[in-house]
């Protein structure tokens, strides 16, 4: 059985990287921009109809993301078992959730168990990670560190009912935010002059200019649009996100010409947002690093 | 072993095939009968506890001091000038009623919109017992319910007499400024007051508006609601608390413990010209309900 889980992981991985897109196109991003949708005719069925598909999406990613987070850690037969079954705990905790909104204590014990699978696995990941992954890779766990932390904090300050506000909470909040900005400009800068030309430089610049436009144009709707998909309080001088995303959107698709599943993998962690809040952000996080830091999934998504 | 393991080789696409369907009919399934695998989870939450003695009421009561809050990040959605800030967010119940405070940082207050050029401070906070992660609501869902407290309902912020002190009654208005009764009636002098327009009203009865919604563009005035706003601006800080029972009414949403609770926050600075969407909002978060 064991023998099998590279040729369906690698598949698996293909349609959770479109799954996950569809449901943060869809659903994160066109189901708010519902006011400017005509609210008669075909307009309205085919927004109804994209926005029921997001939520298939939601739905699949979630069952996919399991299935492959199975796959991933029962494949793991070297040192990397005691990362496997935090990172199985982590996903239970996350999956598992008691009602619609567990209560503060389940809470607090999937972000502690979160944050040690994120980290055990994230350590292990940049050792295995080339030079010019490494400073991006150590950023975005840095973040997921820092995230999955003062969420534990949080959230133990308030079950011991301690008064006023976590000290420091704020602070913490926006250098978070302004490190998860600078991930994707740390992939970007090795690839500086070499690789971030052609058709991904371009899409990489109609990017940033589309971002640049919505900050001019609606910047009401771009900074929800921004806080509900991702998190980000888009609270740093705006030239920071179009920098942010027009470097690091060829550089990531320049990993998926060069290595797919790991830029897939890498993908995700990007996908999942900032502000972790839901199920399905959190089970990206751990599939992607799982896949970035498991053997031989982590040679299967260097190949 | 390896012969099993190379006739399933053989079968892998169709296996895997298998699967990604049967995992596609469980989702479409799903959706269809709107069962919701979206959860929140790993994330900040706000526990509403039984208060520490008598219910705090006022914005700035010692009171509130006990009472541990969540710092929620603001995100800036237009306005040159705007700055980053977060919003502190704290409640508590007695079993019966529900009172949340908010508290953030404004350099300056705005609380009067007499003249065309003036925009009031105001704080807001929006509730969904469904978990929905869309900010305005969503359609085919429950509505949200929106609390919001407007500086400029508050007593005596529409006092023209305060406003343009050396004013010149011209007949129209009373003796304190405001427009005297004889238009009460007249749907082409007043007309939004004549409709039952709040904004329109002289006085208000309370300074806080019940809004309902279902996604962008279909936020809706709730009309009268069973409940308090009261907004203190001390030393560069707003607080504001919103006080109502935790029996609401048909189609309201549900405040008992246990049940689910999501919240958002907003607030609007009036020395930025801030209205309507122009705004600072937060992410949701849940709130738990403890029982007594």
Redesign the interface.
Known sequence: ?I??LP??RL??LR?LWGAAWAEFLL?RLL?????YIP?SGTALAVY?AA??LG??????S???GA?LLVLTLAGERGRGRGIAAVVAVAAA??LL?P??????G??LA??VV?ALAVGLAGVQALRRADRELRPALGIVLATHLLT?GL?AA??A??????????PG??PV??GG?LLAIAAPVALAVPLLGRRLGGAPGAIGLGAAAALGAAYRLG??????L???SL??????PPVIYLVALGLGLPALLGMLRRAPARGRALGLLFLAGY??????Q?LLVLTGWSLLALAPAAEEVSA | MRILLKRFSRRRWLVLTSAVVLLLAVSVSLTVWRIGLRQPVAAPVIVVRQAPGAMPAAPWDAAWNKVGSVSLPLAITNTPGAAARNVDVKAVTDGNNLVVRMEWEDSSKEVRTLRPQDFADAGAMQLSDQVSNACMGQLQMNAVHIWQWKADWAEGSRDMAVQYPNMHSDGFTGGDGQPIAMFDEDLYARPAYFVGNQRAAASKSVAVEHLVAQGFGTLTSAGPYPMQGQGEWQSGKWALVFTRSLHGGEGDVSLTPGAPLQAAFAVWDGKLMQRDGMKYVTGWIVMELEGK
């Open positions: 059985m023998a099998v040729e369906v598949p698996a349609l659903v189901s708010r921009v519902g006011i609210k109804r926005v029921t939520e298939i999406a939601f739905n699949f979630l069952l996919l299935a905790l996350v959730a009602g619609t909104a567990p209560p503060a389940w809470s999937a972000a979160s999955y969420t949080q959230l300050w308030a079950m011991l009912a301690l008064p006023g506000a976590l909470a704020g909040l926006r935010e910047a009401d709707l771009t900074a929800i921004a806080m509900y998190g980000f309080s888009l609270s740093w502000a972790l809040q839901l199920n399905l959190h």
